[in-house]
Nanobody, 119 residues
Framework: QVQLVESGGGLGQSGGSLRLSCSAS????????MGWYRQPPGKQRELVAS???????NYADSVQGRFSISTDNAKKAVYLQLNSRKPEDTGIYFC?????????????WGQGTQVTVSS
C-alpha cells in the first residue's frame, strides 16, 4: 500500500506561480513513477506531468514550458511547480504513484488539491 498526501493548492491570479507537494508513505520502495493529474470542472482527469524513478519526465502539451515536475527521493516526495498560470489550469490536482513489483502494477492516488486561477 502507498499513501499519498497533496498540499499547496489555492486561489491565485493568472500569470502567478504555485508549488504543489505530494508526500508518499508506505511501500514506497517499489514506486516506479510518480505524476500529477488534474480534473478541470466538468471534464475528465488528464495527465499533467510524470517522472520515472530514472528521472525521465513527460509533460502535457498544454503545460510544457510552464510547469516543472521534480522529486526528492530522500523525502519520498514529488513536486509540481506551476508558473505562468492560466485560467484553464483550474482544476483538482491529484498526485499519482505507479507501484510495480514483479508482474503486479498498481496505481495509487492522493485525495486531490484544488487549484483555481482567476483571469
Amino acid at each position: 500500500q502507498v499513501q499519498l498526501v497533496e498540499s499547496g493548492g489555492g486561489l491565485g491570479q493568472s500569470g502567478g506561480s504555485l508549488r504543489l507537494s505530494c508526500s508518499a508513505s508506505g511501500s514506497t520502495s517499489f514506486i516506479s513513477a510518480m505524476g500529477w493529474y488534474r480534473q478541470p470542472p466538468g471534464k475528465q482527469r488528464e495527465l499533467v506531468a510524470s517522472i520515472t524513478s530514472a528521472g525521465v519526465t513527460n509533460y502535457a502539451d498544454s503545460v510544457q514550458g510552464r510547469f516543472s515536475i521534480s522529486t526528492d527521493n530522500a523525502k519520498k516526495a514529488v513536486y509540481l511547480q506551476l508558473n505562468s498560470r492560466k485560467p484553464e489550469d483550474t482544476g483538482i490536482y491529484f498526485c499519482n504513484a505507479v507501484w510495480s513489483f514483479l508482474l503486479t502494477t498498481r496505481d495509487y492516488w492522493g485525495q486531490g488539491t484544488q487549484v483555481t486561477v482567476s483571469s
